[in-house]
């Protein structure tokens, strides 16, 4: 049974820097982690869930304006995790964090639309 197991998240300045994990169980060679599109969403109280950050087979990576050059997105195909490292954070980026893996998407496509399976979420706090 495919599971996904978010870590790293927990309360920090504004400034400071987390890293987000998410590891993923139950994935075959012939599921083949290595070739899904996966990413990072984000919901804060009263919000819709937003994109944060998505990357594709080739490593093809898409963040959302308001991240880009603070977060960055990687996988780690041989240890099935998925990375976000965050800079600079700021209280508005507090959220509900949560990682996702779908299908076989790639370039643009690699998208909310493609994903299938979510983790729990951990919450990131932000204080000013």
């Known amino acids: 049974q495919v599971q996904l197991v978010e870590s790293g998240g927990g309360s920090v300045q504004a400034g400071g820097s987390l890293r987000l994990s998410c590891a993923a169980t139950?994935?075959?060679?012939?599921s083949r982690w290595s070739s899904r599109c996966m990413g990072w969403f984000r919901q804060a109280p009263g919000k819709e869930r937003e994109r944060v950050a998505t990357i594709d087979n080739v490593s093809y990576t898409n963040y959302a304006d308001s991240v880009k050059g603070r977060f960055t997105i990687s996988r780690d195909n041989a240890k099935n995790t998925l990375y976000l490292q965050m800079n600079s954070l700021k209280p508005e980026d507090s959220a509900m964090y949560s990682c996702?893996?779908?299908?076989?998407?790639?370039?643009?496509?690699?998208?909310?639309?493609?994903?299938?399976?979510w983790g729990q979420g951990t919450q990131v706090t932000v204080s000013s």
């Open positions: 139950g994935y075959t060679t012939s």
């Open positions: 996702a893996v779908g299908g076989y998407c790639s370039g643009g496509s690699c998208n909310e639309g493609c994903m299938g399976r």
